[in-house]
């Protein structure tokens, strides 16, 4: 374990010391947008999809809570793309409208738990000693429980709506994210200009804000596109057993679970959302490896 | 009596590690008139920069002061809360680092980075910051102060960087400026004008510096006053001429000697043969006896303490007149 940490350090050590050499981010992003064209078109896609979520009610002519019960079943056509299901929606204006619950739980409970694991992270990465300890026990016994089992638990005994389903996603989330923002707050604290900042009698509160947030910034981008994925699946995951998200609001998850029942007479009220979140989640982690690549300075080099 | 700007007495600062306690700086006593440059000269790991920090209050863990006494303008700062070390560091005392690449924020503008000590310290608004900045980034000899003040860190070179750095340490007029080997990353003709530019800064307000540095040429350019250092202790002191003259220790003459050899046949390896010692194991005599060409029995026996030659020159050494 001490080996382990102190190879760590080092090497993030190395990485900080090459910051002060490499290019701004936007110069980064154009590099990647340029070389890795899976990452840059999933960035795309992404946003297209954020964009239909948003215009649903433009984009299609039905109704996501009422149906037509004399259309219910009916596989895809000029009419219905996706078909629709056993009460007669539209199954593709009701993935649209499913989106935005779904893109909203990877998001929301992402970016919470993003505030609450870097704020805990770095003060104990920059304070050390009691903070850190007390801080970084917390984390791994968050840590050692079986995230999903965690989330059901909250579930149950808080019951299924969104703001619970955020909850119960930022808690199970929040842990991963101390941890990395710990260990780049050591790196960074020792790097000469925050010492060059203590020099001058900056306060640490300062220093944490002004001096190593900023740093941290780019592994933040990188671990929020990889931490996306992983809150949709989850809130499918309860949305399928039922415990997540509760009609009439929707989401894929919620979904997948009701088209369940007409797996062989009409799969695609299932299929239809499974795709979606299959594309959402590799979507994410392409943009996610092609960010990490792109702002880690060891690959920048030719 | 002339005043003191820095007055060092019997410090002791080491590292509390796994494997016992190491003694990186060991009853160091040293001052720094008013005005003067005082430089520390000695190979890499005797102890400079502990000494440095030590003073600024800025030891990493597992460092510690365990004796003596710091005192700045006559003010005490061993023991003092770190509130009222932030407040004295950067308004009465500064530092400027080894590597001008990597001591600035490479995320925040120059300017910003520089006018953070007066918006601290001197409770400035903006504007009146930005000013004073574009003064001391003049002051320094940075053209175009205006189009750096905006500039990022990478847009600057080695130099103009390190510049940057002395005009921060220097935005609040401190007492005293701890210069850590400043230019040991940049190259020669640029390590000439950053010395200079040191020196004509004292000179001009009356600061106090303290020089760090293992090269016996920059020291000799540079200082009023010198302190040869060996595994955390002084071994001799004196002024900077005397230092070059008449020196007494077999290490400072063997760091003399490694510099003429450099120049006159550069082929031949550098005079002192052997390595530092370990701090956590340091023989039982003078801890520079396994490495001494003079040494005798008394010299492995027995450790000798600080002696006075001349006014004003000292050396820790039995056989020191005969060096
Ligand atoms: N964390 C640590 N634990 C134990 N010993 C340490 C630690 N950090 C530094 N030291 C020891 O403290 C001693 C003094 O180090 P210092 O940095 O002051 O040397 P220096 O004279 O500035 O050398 P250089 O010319 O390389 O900068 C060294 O011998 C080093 O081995
Ligand atoms: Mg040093």
Known sequence: M???????????????????????????????????????????????????????????????????IAQRLKPPSAAHWLGTDEMGRDVLTRLLYGARVSLAVGVVPTLASMIIGAALGMAAGYLGGKADHIIMRLA???LAFPSLLLAMVIMYTLGGSVLNIFLALTLISWASVARVARSETISLKESEYVEAARSIGVRPARIILRHILPNCIPSFIVLFTL????????????????????????????????????????PWISLAPSAAIMLVVLCCNFLGDGLRDALDPHLNND | MEELTLKIEHLCSGFFT?????????????????????????????????????????????????????????????????????????????????????????????????????LLHEK????????QVLNMLER?????????????????????????????????????????????ALDVTIEAQILRLIRDLSRQTGMSVLLISHNLGVIAQMC??????????????????????????PYTKGLMDSVIDLKTNPRRLPAIGGVVPNLLHLPAGCAFSPRCPLAGERCRAERPEMEQLAPGHMCRCFEGRRA
């Open chain 1, 2 to 68: 001490a080996l382990f940490k102190t190879k760590a350090a080092a090497v993030s050590e190395e990485l900080a010391s090459q910051i002060g050499e490499s290019d701004t981010l936007s110069i980064k992003l154009r590099r990647m947008v340029r070389r890795n064209k899976l990452a840059a078109f999933s960035g795309v896609l992404l946003a297209l999809l954020v964009l239909c979520a948003v215009f649903a009610p433009v984009l299609t002519p039905y109704d996501a809570v009422t149906g037509d």
């Open chain 1, 140 to 142: 791994d016994v968050m």
């Open chain 1, 227 to 266: 931490n996306v994925p992983g809150a949709i699946l989850s809130e499918s995951s309860l949305s399928f057993l039922g415990i997540g998200i509760q009609l009439p609001n929707s989401s894929w998850g919620l979904m997948v679970n009701m088209g369940r029942q007409f797996l062989y007479n009409a």
């Open chain 2, 18 to 118: 796994e494997r016992g306690y190491v003694p990186a700086v060991d009853d160091v006593s040293l001052v720094i008139p008013q005005g003067q440059v005082v430089g520390i000269v000695g190979e890499s790991g005797c102890g400079k920069s502990m000494i440095a920090r030590s003073v600024m209050g800025l030891l990493k863990y597992p460092g510690r002061i365990t004796g003596g006494s710091i005192q700045l303008a006559g003010r005490e700062l061993t023991g003092l809360p770190d509130r009222q070390m932030q407040r004295i560091r950067g308004k009465d005392m500064a530092m400027i680092f080894q590597e001008p690449m990597t001591s600035l924020n490479p995320v925040a503008t120059v300017g910003r980075q520089m006018r953070e000590a007066l």
């Open chain 2, 124 to 131: 400035m608004d903006k504007n009146a910051a930005r000013e």
């Open chain 2, 140 to 184: 320094v000899g940075i053209s175009e102060p205006e189009k750096r003040y905006n500039a990022y860190p990478h847009e600057l070179s080695g130099g103009l960087r390190q510049r940057v750095m002395i005009a921060m340490a220097m935005i609040c007029m401190p007492k005293l400026l701890i210069a850590d080997e400043p230019t040991t």
């Open chain 2, 224 to 249: 009023d006053a010198v302190y040869v250092m060996y595994a955390g202790k002084i071994v001799e002191q004196a002024d900077a001429f005397t230092l070059f003259d008449s020196h007494a220790h």
